[in-house]
């Protein structure tokens, strides 16, 4: 017998507490023991007051960057930043320039990865050894990773994907002397994430903006590193094979919860490897884009049934708040924590 509209399944309205645990109302009347303990909410918020923003990456040129704008204005799923990892090199000047205007016209951030890496450079090492492989090995490539940030900067470019210790505090250093523009925000990659609040400040402090740890961490991990850091964290609701492919949308509503201020990403399992990306591999570069774009209006669905949907930052929203720095002599801080290089001179007039 069909049921009648009165006993219809539909979503259910949120806890008493907060947002409403999945199927947890259910299990209680089916007499189930109590689920256990929660972790601790998180009181820390972005500056605009926002708990969390989205952002969408593998943004791979001009063409994905115009097919996942128009998907998410069709399924409207607000973006707040867009991310890109072939990096600045893989990219013309023109193109650069083309993406920095889309992204301004819709009030999106645009963030684009340094590209030189160890995993593509001639030793074995970065090859056999993951962990290290996509940080800068040598000099040469921590200057190239300078040269990129500059170019990208002087382009318009305001958010830089950094894989790489040295490279960050570089950065922060030039950024502290002028050398880059005071609101470039650095966000630290996927590959090298934090996995305990230690190691977490320790970014924070080189100057990350916002920190990518891996998509396997716990809720009450998360907790454990938002108790004693307020940078933004970033999280792959649904992470690539290559970090592991973990779909978790429906742990969104706790994420927020106990990891605000996050941004929560839209990534794609089951997907093409893309980087560096070109012609031969658009149609898939395309396609994966509208991709994940859908998979964020999954999350923002079930956000939505779980009375878990409030507390986005509004459009356009990108500052950090404020964060915890070690020293720097460009800031004119004593006892700087320098590994013994002379200041840098400002950027020419």
Known sequence: MDPSPDHAPGPRPPGEHGPR??????????????????????????????????E?????????????????????????????????????????????????????ELCLFLGPRGT??????????????????????????????????????????????????????????????????????????PVNPVSFGIWERLGADSVNVPSDLSVAQLAEIRAMSAAPLDFYVEAPDD?????????????IRCGAPIYLKFGLRNAPALYPVGAHLLPAAVESGRERVRRGRLVLDTLARLGAGEGMSPAGARAPGDLRRFPTAEAGSAG??????????????
């Open 21 to 54: 645990q999945p199927g947890e109302d259910v299990l209680r009347e089916l007499g189930f023991p109590a689920a256990p303990g929660r972790p601790p909410s998180s009181a820390a918020r972005f500056p605009d007051g926002g708990a969390w923003r989205t």
């Open 56 to 108: 969408l990456p593998s943004c791979e040129g001009p063409a994905v960057l115009a097919a996942v704008l128009a998907e998410s204005e069709r399924l409207a799923v607000p973006l707040h930043r867009i991310s890109q990892g072939s990096g600045v090199w893989m990219l013309t000047d023109a193109e650069i320039g083309e993406m920095v205007a889309a992204c301004e016209a819709r009030a999106v």
């Open 120 to 193: 593509w450079e001639p030793g074995a090492g970065g090859r056999a050894y993951p962990s290290s492989g996509p940080r800068a090995r040598g000099r040469d490539q921590l200057a190239q990773c300078v040269e990129d940030a500059e170019r990208a900067a002087a382009l318009g470019v305001r958010c830089l994907l950094v894989a790489d210790e040295g490279v960050l505090w570089t950065l922060h250093r030039m950024r502290a002397a002028g050398r880059l523009p005071a609101d470039t925000t650095f966000k630290v990659s996927a590959l090298v994430g």
């Open 243 to 255: 970090l592991g492919g973990f779909v978790r949308i429906y742990d969104a509503a706790e994420l």
């Open 336 to 349: 700087a924590a320098d590994p013994g290089a002379a200041p840098l001179p400002a950027a020419p007039r």
